[in-house]
């Protein structure tokens, strides 16, 4: 637990998802920068799979539409913490299927979820997407 590297999420988050048009912009570059600089600064830090998934999100949204990098961030996040309770594996498989057209590593992270969730619907839905996978 690095205290500065906490500090960082914390301010990085108080501008994540705030604003209105170009103050929202505004707000989501400087909480990218933040968890980038976080990412560089304390690799070591527990907060780096939390940093790994707000940036897929922050990738994932409207502001970016970046669908590439946010799935990668999203894989980061479980591959730094294999125990997240985060939702990144189901993430990054649905932007690997629907926006990347990927679908052997959407089916590879989709299997992931099956062995990894716990959560019911998470699980469910990975199980379904792979049958229909399978079936084309």
């Known amino acids: 637990n690095i205290p500065e590297a906490h500090e960082l999420f914390i301010r990085a988050m108080s501008y994540k998802d705030k604003g209105w048009n170009t103050d929202y912009i505004d707000n989501q570059r400087r909480a990218e920068l933040l968890l980038q600089q976080l990412l560089s600064n304390y690799p070591q830090s527990n907060k780096i799979d939390d940093a790994a998934y707000e940036l897929g999100d922050l990738y994932e949204s409207k ?22 309770d985060k939702d990144s594996r189901m993430r990054a498989a649905r932007l690997y299927d629907k926006q990347l057209k990927e679908t052997g590593k959407a089916t590879q992270l989709y299997s992931g979820v099956l062995v990894h969730e716990t959560d ?9 997407r792979l049958d229909e996978v399978r079936a084309k």
């Not at 502001?63 to 730094?80: D, G, M, S, T, V």
């Open 63 to 84: 502001a970016y539409k970046q669908y590439r990098r946010a799935a990668n961030y999203f894989e980061r996040c479980h591959q730094w913490n294999t125990n997240t």
């Open 120 to 128: 019911p619907k998470r699980r469910e839905e990975a199980k379904k």
